[in-house]
């Protein structure tokens, strides 16, 4: 599977813990012939034990003559600011990490090290959700430029190879606990399934392809169902379509994460008459002359706000505070996800911000082109109403960093430089 992922040329971005099947998908990437750079994210959860691993990596890049990226976070004041679990936290400041790393160096790709019983217990975890189809597929093997080349391998696999060749990693203290409910299907769940078939975690890779296949395929018959339909979702015929063809058709129309409750909803929403309206998460559904259609009705914004740069600006509608300060920029890559650093020097006139504005267009640090926002918010498939309550940040030249996305190349802070802070918190 390691060749069939890998880019035809260019570099590949190797996320590396310092456990060990990070390890081993770094020696099985030079073994390739790749052209390999190291990512690791400290998480700062562990205290000791976490600089511990990122002096561990550090001497590895060293000794393999591999150039490496570093970054960390505070993931459990993160966690605590915008009120997510801590393995959440933890995966959106890693994966914000690993792209903008990825962009400043131009890789090709991002691998990451998951394993056959990485994906085996996320098929059980989703199963005991009460995931659909789409949960029970697993981890998918590639997901824009992160791939995942390992995915067919199992632990056993990768301890054999690595006692044979003498390779050292460090453990996880976090990993031996049931804290963790991904801990205690490894612990209990996969053993009593590994009672009945020491294969498991092959199997259940074999079992998501499979399942992957069905998925993709009824996926298709909702997607050609929606590009016969531009103009809107005729409800008759939405109604004649097989249960699993429609309500995929109407998550994918919809742009939001639906629930099954709510996928119910807009199909009683199609079976009445006259004029319908339903509110969803993050959009609207209208029935009007036998049509469904998603995003009618103005989208809920927000006003311009000029920014304090020695202090806070609340920004009410979007439950929002931004916070700025005028700092020595850092030399580690921090996430552009809710944290911009802007030369001084560079900003023009007074910084706002403002709501995305017809023909806004930015040039992201590291992506070499520019790019208007409504393709960029296209590409991440955000609906209307996402889009307009997303704020953009602009000088008097335009945008120059959007949350999510990253900063522009003409603003952003180098290390030492004097820099204006800016952090986009979430008010609670």
């Known amino acids: 599977m390691i060749e069939r992922l890998l880019p035809g040329e260019g570099t590949v971005l190797c996320a590396v813990s310092g ?26 959860l562990r205290g000791a034990e976490s600089d511990r691993d990122e002096a561990f ?26 009120g997510l679990g801590t393995e959440d936290a933890a995966r959106r400041l890693r994966y914000a990490f690993l792209e903008e790393t990825a962009d400043e160096t131009g890789a090709a790709a991002i691998a990451t090290a998951h394993t056959a ?33 390992i995915l067919d391998t199992t632990r056993r696999e990768i301890e054999a190879y690595l006692a044979e060749r003498g390779i050292a990693h460090v453990e996880d203290s976090t990993n031996a606990g049931d804290e963790y409910a991904r801990n205690r299907i490894r612990h209990h769940a996969v ?66 994460s639906l629930s099954e ?3 119910e909803a807009t199909l009683e929403l199609a079976q009445g008459e006259g004029l319908g309206y339903l509110s969803l998460p993050g959009t609207r559904l209208k029935r009007e002359r036998g049509r469904l259609s998603f995003g009618d009705g103005p989208a809920e ?70 790019k208007k926002l409504k393709a960029l918010f296209a590409e991440r498939g955000l609906s209307a109403a996402e889009r307009a309550r997303l704020p953009v940040l602009r000088d008097g030249k335009g945008p120059i960093a959007v949350p999510g996305f990253g900063t522009a ?3 952003i802070a180098r290390a030492g430089e004097s820099a204006l802070r800016v952090d986009i918190i979430k008010n609670s």
């Open 19 to 44: 456990g060990a099947d990070s390890v081993y998908l770094l020696y099985r990437l030079l073994e390739s012939g790749a052209s390999v750079e190291c990512a690791h994210f400290n998480h700062c």
């Open 57 to 82: 990596v550090r001497g590895l890049c060293a000794q393999l003559g591999l150039k490496g990226h570093f970054g960390r976070g505070e993931v459990a004041a993160f966690a605590a600011r915008e």
């Open 117 to 149: 019983d990485d994906n085996a217990e996320t098929m059980l975890f989703n199963l005991a959700r009460g995931a659909g189809l789409k949960g029970l597929c697993g981890i998918p093997e590639r997901r824009g430029r992160v791939i995942r080349p």
């Open 191 to 256: 053993p009593a399934l590994e009672s009945v078939n020491p294969g498991f975690a092959a199997s259940a890779f074999r079992a998501a392809r499979l399942l992957r296949r069905d998925e993709e395929y009824l996926e298709g018959l909702a997607r050609e169902f929606l590009e016969r339909h531009p103009g809107g979702i005729p409800c008759g015929e939405l109604l004649d379509l097989p249960l699993p063809v429609s309500t995929r058709a109407l998550r994918l129309a919809a742009g939001v």
């Open 261 to 263: 409750a709510q996928v």
């Open 301 to 370: 914004g927000f006003a311009d706000r000029r920014l304090d740069t020695r202090g806070e600006t609340a920004i009410p509608e979007l439950g929002l505070v931004i916070r700025c300060s005028t700092v020595e920029a850092p030399g580690e890559i921090h996430s552009s996800l809710n944290t911009f650093f802007f030369k001084c020097e560079n900003i023009c006139g007074t910084i706002t911000c403002t709501p995305k504005r017809d023909g806004d267009r930015i040039r992201l640090a590291g992506r070499g082109c520019t």
């Open 409 to 411: 190349e003409r603003v």
